[in-house]
């Protein structure tokens, strides 16, 4: 399977972040598959942001559950990040990513059997 992030590279602080993953060659609807959203602030580690899974069921991080939303469409084959009120916290290359179970929320590159290339994302005014 193959994953394709896309979104806006450069946005103002209180903007909200959209991303959209794209999923080719399997289905946002197998048995098991979990979807996740994980980024790299730069000079720092991965993080997990959230996961919608094969029954349309989510998990996010506690930090940016009141800001996070992740939703599908199965009939695009897509999942997608909304990230509210962003800062220049929020400076990250963002990551969509597939698990063959319900990921732990600290990441391990070897819990994901695919992921995107990577979106970088600029939060400035």
């Known amino acids: 399977v193959q994953l394709q992030e896309w979104g806006p590279g450069l946005l103002k602080p209180s903007q909200t972040l959209s991303l959209t993953c794209a999923v080719y060659?399997?289905?946002?609807?197998?048995?098991?598959?979990?979807w996740s959203w994980i980024r790299q602030p730069p000079g720092k580690g991965l993080e997990w942001m959230g996961v919608i899974g094969y029954e349309g069921d989510t998990y996010y991080t506690p930090s940016l559950k009141s800001r996070t939303s992740i939703s599908r469409d199965t009939s695009k084959n897509q999942f997608s990040l909304q990230l509210s009120s962003v800062t220049p916290e929020d400076t990250a290359v963002y990551y969509c990513?597939?698990?063959?179970?319900?990921?732990?929320?600290?990441?391990?590159?070897?819990?994901?059997?695919?992921w995107g290339q990577g979106t970088q994302v600029t939060v400035s005014s």
């Open positions: 060659g399997g289905s946002i609807r197998d048995t098991y598959y979990y």
């Open positions: 990513a597939r698990s063959p179970h319900l990921p732990n929320s600290i990441v391990d590159r070897y819990e994901y059997d695919s």
